[in-house]
């Protein structure tokens, strides 16, 4: 029989397992299934703190304040590292267009600034709304 030939992201998360047998034991015991643990692996890395349950000859780190925001301030900054400019200010443009719609919808149903200052002139006097929807605060 001929060996079906894995995908090179499977076979590195074979050589993974090898080299941390514990994870071995998680699935048996029941505590994890193959796949979460190689989409943990596959999203995460092999460095994350994750792994540190299984790691070999490895001592539990003690969880601090300090070492989880070293541990964020560094994850933060390699996601800096990664990220194109040109792409960011896309999203920020998309981000601000989307904004000025929610705005506007928003504007048209408050029935706009200039009925507002109207209404606050002349309090003697009931305005009909403009608009299809009356919202009343309780």
Do not use: C
Not at 9 to 33: H, L, M, W
């Amino acid at each position: 029989m001929t060996k079906k030939k894995l995908h090179p992201s499977v076979e590195e998360f074979k050589e993974f397992v090898k080299q941390n047998p514990k994870i071995i034991q998680e699935v048996r015991k029941g505590q994890a299934s193959w796949q979460e643990l190689y989409e943990d692996w596959y999203l995460l890395g092999e460095e994350d703190s994750r792994w540190d349950d299984f790691r070999e000859g490895l001592e539990k780190k003690k969880t601090t304040t300090s070492t989880d925001n070293s541990n964020w301030v560094s994850n933060i900054m390699g996601m800096v590292k990664n990220m194109d400019p040109n792409q960011v200010q896309t999203h920020i443009s998309s981000l601000s267009q989307a904004l000025g719609a929610i705005q506007g919808v928003i504007t048209q149903f408050q029935g706009g600034s200039s009925s507002q200052s109207q209404s606050n002139q002349q309090p003697s006097q009931q305005q009909q709304p403009s608009h299809p929807f009356q919202f009343r605060k309780d």
